[in-house]
């Protein structure tokens, strides 16, 4: 069973410019989830996609974006890059009912 | 609005001691509660979970979780802890569409020593 897979590990970008960070969810699991994680801190929920729509947004501005495709793998855009976006982004998928997350290792943005 | 406060930033314990990491928690509902764990550089995975029923909880690792209704907690616990624990540690409460929209806690760090 293939596991919740993030690319790429880390990354580098300037305030002003865009990213985009990629993921791809875990073998027949249909939600998938983003989180941000400052250094010292615990994930925060950004947004969830379910069946390729949003379904839940947590406190974060719209220049937070997102895509789930067909296959279940997924995006997380994010415009216009403010220093306090440094942080580790957490990638999460899950199957329905009430089966947990499980999380990938994650991208490690740094913005300067 | 829902929240998670693990009292204890840091703990240190020695190895073969026990071990209890705090978590309350505010939610206007019945809750779905989660433990996880995360090493330095990689994600969360998940120890255990409560959903309904039996209010104490097995996990992977030897964990357990105790839900306490009445105080809003759900303390992990652990009756020898291995060199190998040593981790960051979040309690977690699920909210939202499915209850996957999760809230986490900020943490505790949990040095073990020999």
């Known amino acids: ?112 | 609005a829902q929240s998670v406060t693990q009292p204890d930033i840091h703990i240190t314990v020695s190895e073969g001691a026990s071990l209890e990491l705090r978590c309350n928690y505010s939610y206007g509902a019945t809750p779905y509660l989660f433990w996880y764990v995360q090493s330095p550089g990689q994600g969360l995975q998940l120890l255990l979970k409560y959903f309904s029923g039996d209010t104490l909880v097995q996990g992977i690792k030897g964990f357990e979780a105790e839900f306490k209704r009445s105080q809003s907690s759900f303390n992990l616990r652990k009756p020898s802890v291995h060199w190998s624990d040593a981790a960051e540690y979040f309690c977690a409460v699920g909210v939202g569409t499915g209850r996957r929209a999760l809230t986490f806690g900020s943490g505790t760090r949990l040095q073990v020593q020999p």
């Open chain 1, 1 to 112: 069973e293939t596991g919740v897979t993030q690319s790429p590990t880390h990354l580098i970008k300037t305030r002003g410019q865009q990213v985009t960070l990629r993921c791809s969810s875990q073998s027949g699991h249909n939600t998938v989830s983003w989180y941000q994680q400052a250094l010292g801190q615990g994930p925060q929920f950004i947004f969830q996609y379910y069946r390729e729509e949003e379904n839940g947004r947590g406190n974060f501005p719209p220049r937070f974006s997102g895509l789930q495709f067909p296959n279940y793998s997924s995006e997380l855009n994010v415009n216009a890059l403010e220093l306090d976006d440094s942080a580790l982004y957490l990638c999460a998928s899950s199957a329905t009912g009430d089966s947990p997350l499980h999380f990938g290792n994650g991208t490690r943005l740094t913005v300067t």
